[in-house]
């Protein structure tokens, strides 16, 4: 079945959960094509900050400003100029909405995000949130995060087991919309192979699991399970934080949809009266099409 | 990311938005006027749907200074809904959904 012209395409899914602990989930996802533009697919992780709701509002709203300002500068602009662009027009909307109403006073968040067309993959990261290439059953972190623990251990004062314990690691030195201008690491292209997993997560997630459990969570299940996986995992060491995955798998284009999900084609093909059941399933998936396809390929939006 | 460090200034205004959760503008943002927004399909709305279910002068949120926003349906063909029940009038808190026709809409307010 699997030629080495099949053709390849990243498999996504999003998921955000409130965990344990937190009264509102200020994470935000998004995970899917671009509007117009069939063929860019974006995965994003933001992080919100800022009390009363207004760091629920600034992840909704650099998610949002990402999502369109890309699918309108990528016609003309390189990928990864576009990408800085997009972050620093997030950072203007949240920004100045900041400046203007003081219910949004200190509104900001981390924004992770990576943009793939084909094999191809660019990123862009400000603040704690990550992104990780999971290839051969590792995790490579691409992103450094942006925090007080980060610094202190890239300039020896502090050590990697330190910092994981430090009442001082959720602190961030970067966060979109805080200031008038932003700083916006970026990198790419990333030349992905086949069943290579992009994985991008707030620190409810990388602050519980190890890059280890994010590489097996990653690289065994599809996208929808894989970061399922991360947040239940989360969830069962007390989820004191919000829990975001956003995992994108390059796989070929036949198998985009994640059959696993509905229990399909091995398990039918051995019993009798499989095109029945096979018809009751091809009916069932068109007649939760939408929901299906929110559930497998996107686009999602998360935690909507 | 975990606390929020960041003081709410003394007599901050209500902000409130709906963010749109299905369909083709699903993740689009729309602040809420004080007064009066109306939401429906045709291009005079404040919040325009343009999804066949909706009708073109469907529904409105009203905000009493700043204290509390109600939804209100204007008879449309097929209703409002708040959480899954129809409603014809109901003040919002927030994370409700509201339902348009088809369109989901999830109303949000800062401080």
Not at chain 1, 85 to 99: D, L, Q, T
Not at chain 1, 199 to 215: M, P
Not at chain 2, 43 to 67: C, F, T
Request: charge should be neutral; aromatic fraction near 4%.
């Amino acid at each position: 079945m699997s030629t080495p012209e099949a053709r390849l395409e990243l498999s996504v899914a999003a998921r955000s959960d409130q965990g344990r602990v937190r009264n509102v989930n200020q994470d935000f996802a998004y995970a899917g094509p671009l509007p117009g533009l069939p063929d860019w697919q974006l995965l994003v992780v933001a992080d919100g900050v800022g009390g009363h709701q207004a760091g629920e509002w600034a992840s909704q709203k650099a998610v949002e400003t990402l999502v369109q300002d890309l699918a309108a500068r990528l016609v003309a602009t390189e990928p990864l100029k576009a990408l800085a662009c997009a972050f620093e027009a997030a950072n203007r909307e949240i920004w100045s909405a900041a400046a203007s109403h003081a219910a949004f006073a200190g509104a900001a968040t981390t924004v992770v995000a990576a943009l793939s067309h084909g094999r191809s993959a660019w990123w862009g990261n400000v603040g704690d949130s990550r992104l990780y290439l999971v290839r051969g059953g590792a995790a490579q972190r691409i992103t450094r995060d942006h925090s007080l623990v980060e610094e202190q251990v890239r300039s020896g004062r502090m050590t990697r087991e330190e910092a994981a314990t430090s009442d001082q690691r959720n602190v961030i030195t970067r966060s979109v919309g805080f200031e008038e201008a932003v700083s916006v690491d970026s990198g790419g292209p990333i030349e992905l192979r086949r069943d290579d997993v992009l994985v991008l997560c707030s620190d409810g997630i990388h602050g519980l699991l190890s890059d280890d459990e994010i590489a097996d969570a990653g690289s065994s299940l599809g996208p929808v399970q894989s970061a399922e996986r991360m947040i239940s995992l989360g969830n069962a060491r007390g989820g004191p934080d919000n829990l975001t995955a956003v995992v994108g798998r390059l796989r070929e284009a036949d198998r985009l949809i994640d059959t696993t999900r509905f229990g399909a084609s091995d398990r039918l093909r051995h019993r009798p009266g499989r095109v029945i059941a096979l018809t009751i399933l091809v009916l069932g998936v068109l007649a939760g099409g939408a929901f299906a396809a929110l559930r497998t390929v996107g686009p999602g939006w998360w935690p909507l | 990311m975990s606390q929020d460090t960041v003081q709410i200034r003394r007599g901050a205004s209500t902000y409130a938005y709906v963010i749109i959760a299905n369909q083709a503008r699903a993740g689009t943002i729309f602040q809420l006027k004080k007064g009066l927004t109306t939401i429906g399909r045709s291009g005079s709305n404040d919040i325009r749907l343009d999804e066949p279910s909706v009708s073109s002068e469907h529904a409105q949120i009203r905000s009493d200074g700043e204290k509390e926003f109600t939804l209100i349906d204007l008879g449309s063909a097929n209703g409002a809904r708040l959480n899954g029940r129809p409603v014809q009038q109901h003040i919002l808190r927030h994370n409700d959904v509201v339902e348009l026709g088809e369109t989901k809409l999830v109303f949000k307010r800062i401080g």
